[in-house]
C-alpha cells in the first residue's frame, strides 16, 4: 500500500563525517597488484564506496545504500573494525559486496577465488597463505585473519533455520588492500570504509539511472505506477529469466535505457518475489498486452504465470524466494504485499478477456485451484489470541507459525499486512461464513491497535544520512515549528505489534540484533538518547502509517457489509445516485473528448482503451463481464454495463426486456447510464429514475412521473 505521511519542517543539527586514514602496509609489493593507488584512469574505471561495521548483519555501499551481508541469512561481521591495516583483523562475508560491483567472486570447497583488475586473488579456509596471481605467499594472513566458515544456524540469529546453512567470512582490510583500496575508519557510522577502484569489464554493471520525477525507473514498476511504454516492455522481456521470474534491479534503474539486459553485468540474478518482483514485470506485460496484443509479451507472461504456479509452496502461500528457498528466504511471505498481489494477478488473468489466450494456454482450472489454495492459506494463518482472531504475521514457515525474516523483521502481528489482507478479501470475495469472519476480525483488530492520539511525521535532520528523521508527534512537543500534521486530528499505526499481558503493544526492532525491541525508537524526549536505532533505520524502515486503514474500516468493510459482495461488483441497477439529473425539455446533450483518469472508491480501478473499445480493471484486478457496475467516476456517479468480453456498452442497449441508453460521447463520462429526460438523435425520452431494480429502462406506453405520454417506441408523444 502507498505510504503517505505528513512532513514538517524543524531546526537540524549537521555532523560531520570522521574519517581517519591509515597507511598502506600490505605484504603483496606494489608492483605485484595491476592496479596502483593513485594512478587511476578514470575513462575506464569507476570507484566503489563500501562500509562494514560489526554491530549490523549489512554493509553499506555507495550512498549509504544498505545491503545484506548475506543475501539469506542474518550474519555479523566480527573482528575490529578500526584496523585497518592489511593486518586488520575484521572479517566479513563478501561475496555479496564484489557481486555489487561487479568483480569475480567464485567459491569451490574451501577455495575462494577473486579476479577482479586483472589480479586474481587465491584464499583457502583455514590456510594463512594466499595466492596472488599465480604467486603463493606464505603466512601471508595473521592467526586472526585466516578465513572460516561459520554456520549461521547457529548463531542465535536465524531461528527460523532448520538445517545447516556455512557462510564465509573473509579478511576484509587485506583483500581490499591487495587490490588497491584507500582505507580509512568512518567515525560518523563506526564504520570501516574503502575507496575500491575497479576497471570495467563485461561483469560491471552499467546501468543508467533516474529519479522518479525524470522517467520511469525500476521502483515505479514495483510500485505499479509506470507508464506503458513499448521500449520498457521489450527491456522487461529480454531480462526475463528462463524459468519465467525476474531478479531483482537497483530501484533507480532507468527502465528505458538501451541494451538493459546487457548492462546488468554482475547484478543479473535469480527469481524472486522479494519486494514485489517478477509480480510487477508480470503486471507491466499484462497491462501492455491489454492495450496492444504482441506475441512475445504473451509468452513471457505465460512464461511468468507458470512459474509462479509451479512454485506455490504445498500450503498455498508464496515464498520470498521460491526457485530456490534458502534462510529468510525461504518463508512464506505477506511482506511487500507478495502473496496477495500474486493472487491478484492470478484473479486478473482468470477474469481478464484481453488475456484469455493466456488463461487457455495455462490452463484455467491450474489458475482457479491456486487461487482456491492461496484464498485457504490466508485463512488459515490468521493468528488467534486467546481464542480471538486478530490479524496476521508478516511471514511464516512452512509449519504454519509466525516466523522472523531479517533482523528488524521479528515474530509479530503486522498492521500493514493486515489491512493488505482484508482489503484483498473483500475485494475478491463476498461477504460469507469464514471469509467474513477473517476480515471482520481483522477489522476489529486494526481499529483496537490504533494509536489514536499522536501521528508519525518527518522531521528534517542533516546529521542523518538520508536527510530527515521521523517522529511520533502530538503537536505539543518542545522545538516543533510547524504542528499542522495535528489540524486534521490525529492517529497512526504501527507497522507491528506484539501480545503481552493481554494487550497488543507496538514493536520496534533495529537492524541491530541485539536491539530486537526499541520502545523509545520515535519518542521525540529521547531524540539524543543512545536507546535509539542506530543507522537511520527509523528514517528507512517505515515503522507507521497514518492512514493505513482509515478508507478501510469507515467506508470499505461497511459497503462490503452492505451490499453482500465483493466490492466492485453488483447484479443490477439498485441504488439511487446522489445529484439525480433532472428532466430537461429544452437541451440537448453534447460533449468534447476527455481523457479518462483513475476511478475512486468503492469500484476504483482503471480504464484501459484498445480498438475494440474501454475496459475497466478493478482494484483487485479482475474484470467486469456481462455485467453492471456502479461508479463514482469524474463527479458523475451512475451505472456502466459490460460485454461479456468485458468492454463498455455505449448507445442503445437491452437487457432483460429493457432498453437503456449509455452515453456515447468521449466527454469523460463515456458509458454512464441516462435517466430522466434525454434529447436524442431530434427526440425526447425518458428513463426510470427509481431505484426499483429497473432504474435506467425507457418508459414506453405510459405516463412518465412528471405528467407527459410517451409513446411504443419511447418518444414522447407532444
Not at 109 to 128: A, P, Q, W, Y
Not at 529 to 544: E, F, G, K, Q, V
Not at 569 to 578: F, L
Request: net charge negative; aromatic share 12%.
Amino acid at each position: 500500500m502507498k505510504k503517505i505521511h505528513k512532513l514538517v519542517m524543524a531546526s537540524t543539527m549537521i555532523a560531520a563525517v570522521s574519517l581517519t586514514v591509515v597507511g598502506y602496509t600490505a605484504v603483496a609489493a606494489k608492483g605485484t597488484a595491476s592496479v596502483v593507488r593513485g594512478q587511476y584512469d578514470f575513462s575506464d574505471m569507476t570507484v566503489r564506496r563500501v562500509w562494514f561495521n560489526t554491530l549490523d548483519p549489512v554493509f553499506m555501499i555507495d550512498d549509504y545504500d544498505r545491503v545484506w551481508l548475506d543475501s539469506n541469512s542474518n550474519v555479523l561481521a566480527e573482528g575490529n573494525y578500526e584496523e585497518t591495516g592489511s593486518d586488520g583483523s575484521l572479517l566479513a562475508p563478501m561475496a555479496e559486496m564484489f557481486r555489487q560491483i561487479g568483480a569475480h567472486y567464485r567459491e569451490d570447497g574451501n577455495k575462494i577465488t577473486i579476479v577482479m583488475n586483472g589480479d586474481t586473488l587465491v584464499l583457502e579456509i583455514g590456510k594463512r597463505d594466499v595466492t596472488l596471481n599465480g604467486v603463493k605467499i606464505g603466512n601471508a594472513l595473521s592467526a586472526s585473519q585466516v578465513p572460516k566458515k561459520i554456520n549461521a544456524k547457529d548463531n542465535g540469529l536465524n531461528p527460523y533455520m532448520t538445517e545447516d546453512y556455512y557462510v564465509t567470512y573473509l579478511p576484509v582490510a587485506y583483500v581490499l588492500h591487495t587490490f588497491q583500496a584507500d582505507i580509512y575508519t568512518d567515525g560518523n557510522v563506526k564504520s570501516f570504509y574503502a575507496a575500491v577502484p575497479i576497471f570495467k569489464t563485461e561483469l560491471t554493471p552499467d546501468l543508467a539511472a533516474v529519479s522518479d520525477d525524470y522517467g520511469v525507473n525500476y521502483r515505479s514498476i514495483l510500485k505499479g505506477d509506470a507508464e506503458i511504454s513499448d521500449e520498457i516492455a521489450e527491456n522487461i522481456t529480454a531480462i526475463q529469466n528462463a524459468d519465467g521470474g525476474f531478479g531483482l534491479l537497483p530501484e533507480a534503474t532507468d527502465m528505458a535505457q538501451e541494451n538493459l539486459e546487457g548492462r546488468r553485468g554482475s547484478l543479473v540474478s535469480e527469481s524472486t518475489l522479494e519486494k514485489g518482483a517478477t509480480i510487477a514485470e508480470l503486471n507491466y506485460i499484462a497491462d501492455c498486452l491489454m492495450e496492444t496484443p504482441d506475441e512475445a509479451y504473451e509468452s513471457a507472461l505465460i512464461k511468468g504465470i507458470h512459474f509462479l504456479l509451479e512454485n506455490q509452496n504445498a500450503t498455498g502461500g508464496w515464498q520470498m524466494n521460491p526457485a530456490n528457498p534458502k534462510g529468510f528466504r525461504a518463508n512464506l511471505v505477506f511482506t511487500d504485499q507478495i502473496t496477495t498481489d500474486v493472487l491478484r494477478l492470478l484473479r486478473r488473468v482468470d477474469s481478464s478477456n484481453a488475456l484469455k489466450d493466456v488463461k487457455n494456454t495455462v490452463g484455467a482450472e491450474k489458475i482457479a485451484q491456486a487461487i482456491k489454495a492461496g484464498d485457504h492459506f490466508i485463512l488459515d494463518s490468521q493468528l488467534v489470541y486467546d481464542g480471538k482472531k486478530t490479524g496476521w504475521a508478516s511471514q511464516y514457515g512452512e509449519d504454519g507459525q509466525a516466523a522472523m525474516g531479517r533482523t528488524y523483521e521479528r515474530e509479530s502481528l503486522s498492521a500493514f499486512a493486515t489491512a493488505d489482507i482484508a482489503e484483498y478479501l473483500m475485494y475478491s470475495c463476498d461477504p460469507e461464513d469464514m471469509i467474513k469472519e477473517a476480515v471482520e476480525s481483522a477489522v476489529e483488530w486494526l481499529e483496537e491497535v490504533k494509536i489514536e492520539d499522536k501521528e508519525a511525521v518527518y522531521i528534517s535532520d542533516l546529521s542523518m544520512q538520508n536527510g530527515f528523521d521521523v517522529f511520533l508527534l502530538d503537536g505539543t512537543e518542545p522545538g516543533i515549528l510547524d504542528t499542522s500534521f495535528a489540524d486534521d486530528g490525529l492517529g497512526t499505526w504501527a507497522s507491528n505489534y506484539t501480545y503481552k499481558s493481554g494487550k497488543f503493544k507496538p514493536l520496534y526492532s533495529d537492524v541491530d540484533p541485539k536491539r530486537p525491541e526499541q520502545p523509545k525508537v520515535n519518542d521525540w524526549n529521547a531524540a539524543a538518547s543512545d536507546n535509539l536505532i542506530w543507522y537511520a533505520t527509523r528514517s528507512t524502515i517505515t515503522y507507521y502509517d497514518n492512514d493505513l486503514a482509515d478508507v478501510l474500516i469507515e467506508e470499505e468493510y461497511p459497503t462490503w457489509i452492505e451490499t453482500g459482495k465483493a466490492l466492485g461488483t453488483a447484479d443490477d441497477p439498485a441504488p439511487d445516485p446522489d445529484n439525480k439529473p433532472a428532466p430537461d425539455h429544452g437541451s440537448s446533450d453534447s460533449g468534447s473528448s476527455s481523457s479518462y483518469t483513475t476511478a475512486t472508491d468503492p469500484n476504483s480501478g482503471t480504464w484501459t482503451q484498445d480498438e475494440y473499445g474501454w475496459r475497466f480493471t478493478l482494484k483487485n484486478g479482475t474484470q467486469p463481464k456481462a455485467q453492471w457496475i456502479y461508479l463514482d467516476w469524474n463527479g458523475t456517479k451512475s451505472w456502466y454495463y459490460f460485454s461479456e468480453e468485458g468492454y463498455m456498452i455505449t448507445g442503445w442497449f437491452e437487457h432483460e426486456g429493457n432498453r437503456y441508453y449509455l452515453h456515447p460521447i468521449s466527454d469523460g463520462t463515456m458509458g454512464h447510464m441516462y435517466v430522466g429526460w434525454h434529447f436524442i438523435d431530434g427526440k425526447w425520452y425518458y428513463f426510470n429514475q427509481q431505484s426499483d431494480g429497473t432504474m435506467g429502462k425507457l418508459l414506453i406506453n405510459t405516463t412518465t412521473p412528471d405528467g407527459y405520454e410517451v409513446g411504443a417506441d419511447g418518444t414522447w408523444v407532444q
